[in-house]
């Protein structure tokens, strides 16, 4: 299907589609192929349709542009197009507003990290040469003697102070996203996503995806990464209202009831949380839940489609090579945990039958498996592999036969000496509330699920693991064995 035909089928060009359409065309020239051109064209054409909803209330989109262009004209007071800026802020209409804002004024936007250390925020500022900072909370505080007297802080509720004036159009700012990586250290991705095939993709998934104009789509994953991003930018291409939570049980559940929510955009620790929540609870107007940016595993894709119906899609892909498979509920029931089939427009390689990920020339550094019908499963990542006894070992592969116990909320895995396989492992789980097994009993629960050179050799039990805030597992924060607290098996794999 063309990217042209599957827009028409979400029904966003309305009753007046040729009329629409250029209206889109005419300002994405005006103003860039960019997320304040979507923001224009909904306020032009749909001005008191609701665009976000955080906790401060609903904005339709005239009063989200509005409250853009006061922020854009402030800013233009302080830097010139092409100068970096850095929004430092939570999820909000504000913050929305504010990105907005700054690709309006052909700023370089450099997207940090709450989740990032005050020392690493002025690692990144010098970097990138930031010339100014957006901030919201105690930021100002926590940074002050981290960055440099050349960069400006400006607390975010103070954006948009100065009075509206008339803005030329300038060339389209930039966004530039941020990864922290294995090693927690944030660095600057580029894009290696080409507009033909950029353009593909986006049809296919129209395609695929169950999406509507206007369906209500809940967020809360934090809008500075490339999903939560991604998901602010359909939101905008489909006129959808966009609701900005918390992530917590409670809040997601609330939200999905009160406000008949039909696309769930989440990550699996996310989508793990919701389904512990206690309570049988109903989402009856849910089309679409949107997973990703963690490995899914087979449980719990099997428990949430058993949960909600055929819902659950999967995606996998990467700041650099964009998104580059689908699973829809089809797939996952085929193979469940897996991440479906390549996007037309991705020219994806695998170089060996479990071997690394690569796009369009690109190693990604995952390692994944395809079956006869073109499905992937994924890994891993390629640095990660365990050898034990010369046998590969798939720390995540392993993670989530671990996590098969019923007793096991989370597991991670890592290499540790070992005299007899070279590589032994250790395990770090997170038990269920509720079940207060030991080490011991877990090993003797594992003695018949794995290979004796599979079997950890070291158990410790942990009250929560290291993760990003879109669920990805932090292997290089794990804590050292010295610093382990009591509850550890140690010596040789139980026989």
């Given at each position: ?96 507003a ?10 370089r ?21 930031l ?45 530039v ?9 944030p ?85 793990h ?36 119906g ?57 390692l994944a ?95 929560v ?31």
């Open positions: 299907m063309s990217l042209l035909t599957a827009i028409r089928r979400t029904g966003v060009l309305g009753s007046r589609p040729v009329q629409n359409a250029l209206g889109l065309v005419w300002t994405v020239l005006r103003h860039g192929p960019t997320l304040y051109a979507l923001a224009a064209w909904n306020a032009r054409r749909t001005p008191d349709q609701m665009a976000l909803v955080d906790g401060d209330g609903p904005l339709t989109y005239a009063e989200l542009l509005k409250r853009a262009d006061e922020m854009a004209a402030a800013l233009a007071c302080q830097v010139r197009p092409g100068e970096a800026v850095g929004p430092l802020c939570g999820n909000s209409a504000d913050f929305v504010a990105l907005l804002a700054c690709v309006r004024t052909g700023a936007t450099v997207l940090l990290g709450t989740s990032f250390s005050a020392a690493e925020i002025g690692r990144v500022s010098a970097e990138q040469r010339r100014l900072l957006i901030c919201d909370g105690d930021w100002p505080e926590r940074l002050r003697g981290e960055i440099g007297p050349d960069v400006t802080l400006l607390p975010l509720c103070g954006l948009g102070e100065a009075r509206p004036r008339f803005l030329t159009p300038s060339r389209a700012g930039p966004l996203l941020l990864t922290s990586g294995s090693t927690g250290t660095k600057a991705v580029r894009s290696r996503v080409g507009i033909r095939a950029g353009l593909r993709v986006a049809g296919a998934l129209l395609d695929a995806l169950p999406l509507r104009a206007g369906a209500p789509t809940l967020l809360p994953l934090p809008l500075f990464h490339g999903h939560g991003l991604a998901t602010l930018g359909m939101g905008l291409a489909l006129g959808a209202p966009l609701h900005l939570c918390r992530p917590t049980a409670d809040t997601i559940w609330r939200t999905l009831q009160e406000e008949g929510i039909e696309v769930l955009v989440l990550v699996p620790t996310l989508l949380r919701l389904l512990d929540a206690p309570g049988k609870r109903a989402a009856p107007a849910l089309r679409a839940i949107i997973c990703g940016s963690a490995p899914l595993g087979t449980r719990l894709a099997m428990a949430a489609l058993e949960r909600f055929d819902v659950l899609f999967n995606l996998y892909g990467s700041t650099e090579t964009g998104l580059i498979s689908l699973a829809t509920p089809a797939d996952l029931r085929a193979a469940p945990g897996g991440v479906g089939r390549a996007l037309p427009g991705v020219n994806l390689e695998l170089d060996g039958e479990v071997g690394r990920v690569i796009v369009g020339g690109h190693d990604t550094g995952d498996s395809r079956d006869a019908a073109g499905r992937l499963t994924l890994h891993g990542r390629a640095d990660e592999l365990l050898i034990c006894g010369g046998e590969n070992v798939f720390p995540a592969s392993l993670e989530e036969r671990i996590t098969a116990l019923e007793a096991v909320a989370e597991c991670a895995v890592v290499g540790v000496p070992c005299a007899e396989f070279g590589t032994g492992i250790h395990a770090l789980i997170v038990l269920r509330p509720g079940h207060n097994m030991t080490p011991e009993q877990l090993q003797d629960e594992l003695r018949p699920l794995l290979p004796r050179m599979f079997r950890p050799q070291k158990i410790t039990l942990l009250d693991l290291p993760r990003t805030l879109t669920g990805r597992l932090l292997r290089a924060r794990l804590p050292a064995e010295t610093d382990m607290k009591e509850g550890a098996t140690d010596g040789n794999p139980p026989p």
